[in-house]
C-alpha cells in the first residue's frame, strides 16, 4: 500500500532556532500533503494543505510565517517551524494524497523545544 | 459550528469480547468518513471507511455502521485483542473540499484488558 515516511521521529531544538520536518510519498505522487498537529492526548488538527508546485493553504489562526511549506515536488513536502519557542513543542504529523479519498499518514515528528 | 465527536473518551475491555466506538458528527454535508486507530507516538492508521451511500461496511474484524439520520457512525472490533489497545479517531471529509482533508474526532482510547 501507500507509505509516507516523515523525518526526522523527533527532535530537541533550541529556543529561537529553525526546525525542518520533511514528508515523502514514497510509491506515489501526492499532489495534496497535509500538515497536522497534536498536542498530547488530543486530536489531530489540520495546520495547512500544501499543494505541489504552488503555495500552501493554511487554516485560520495558523501563523504562515511560522510555518514555512514547500512542496517542490511530487514525492516531497517540508514543513520548516522557524524561530521555535517551548509552545511550539508538539507532535506534527503529515499526510498525503494521490488525489484520491487519500488517508495515508506519516510516522510523526516529535518536536520538543527547549 | 461544525465537529467530528466521541461519545466516550476511553473504553475498557476484556481480550475477547467485541468492542463497539461511537462517533458523532454534526455536519450533514459530510460525505466520507474514516475511522483511525493511533498508537503511541505514531502517526494515525487507517482502519475502515465509509461513503455516505452506504450503511454498513465489513473488514477484518471490524465493521462500521453509519446512520445518517442521527449523523452517528460506530465502529465496531470483534474478538478484541491485546494489540487493539490505541486511541481510535473517527474522521469525516466532504467531497466539496480537498480529499484527504479530515476532520478528526477528539479520539477513544480503548483498552483492552487480558
Known amino acids: 500500500g501507500a507509505v509516507v515516511s516523515q523525518h526526522p521521529s523527533w527532535v530537541i531544538c533550541k529556543s529561537g532556532t529553525s526546525v525542518k520536518i520533511e514528508c515523502r510519498s514514497l510509491d506515489f505522487q501526492a499532489t495534496t500533503m497535509f500538515w497536522y498537529r497534536q498536542f498530547p492526548k488530543q486530536s489531530l488538527m489540520l495546520m495547512a494543505t500544501?499543494?505541489?508546485?504552488?503555495?500552501?493553504?493554511?487554516e485560520q489562526g495558523v501563523e504562515k510565517d511560522k510555518f514555512l511549506i514547500n512542496h517542490a515536488s511530487l514525492t516531497l513536502s517540508t514543513l520548516t517551524v522557524t524561530s521555535a519557542h517551548p509552545e511550539d513543542s508538539s507532535f506534527y504529523i503529515c499526510?498525503?494524497?494521490?488525489?484520491?479519498?487519500?488517508?495515508?499518514f506519516g510516522s510523526g515528528t516529535r518536536l520538543t523545544v527547549v | 459550528g461544525e465537529s467530528v465527536g466521541l461519545h466516550l473518551p476511553t473504553l475498557s475491555v476484556q481480550e475477547g469480547d467485541n468492542s463497539i466506538i461511537n462517533c458523532a458528527y454534526s455536519?450533514?454535508?459530510?460525505?466520507?468518513f474514516i475511522w483511525y486507530k493511533q498508537e503511541s507516538g505514531k502517526g494515525p492508521q487507517f482502519i475502515i471507511d465509509?461513503?455516505?451511500?452506504?450503511d454498513k461496511r465489513q473488514g477484518q474484524r471490524v465493521t462500521v455502521l453509519l446512520n445518517k439520520t442521527v449523523k452517528h457512525l460506530s465502529l465496531q472490533i470483534a474478538a478484541t485483542q491485546p494489540g487493539d489497545s490505541a486511541v481510535y479517531f473517527c474522521a469525516e471529509e466532504r467531497s466539496n473540499t480537498n480529499a484527504g482533508k479530515s476532520t478528526f474526532g477528539d479520539g477513544t482510547t480503548l483498552t483492552v484488558k487480558p
Open positions: 465509509i461513503r455516505s451511500n452506504m
Open positions: 499526510s498525503a494524497s494521490d488525489g484520491q479519498y487519500g488517508y495515508t
Open positions: 500544501s499543494n505541489e508546485g504552488s503555495k500552501a493553504t493554511y
Open positions: 455536519n450533514s454535508a459530510s460525505d466520507y
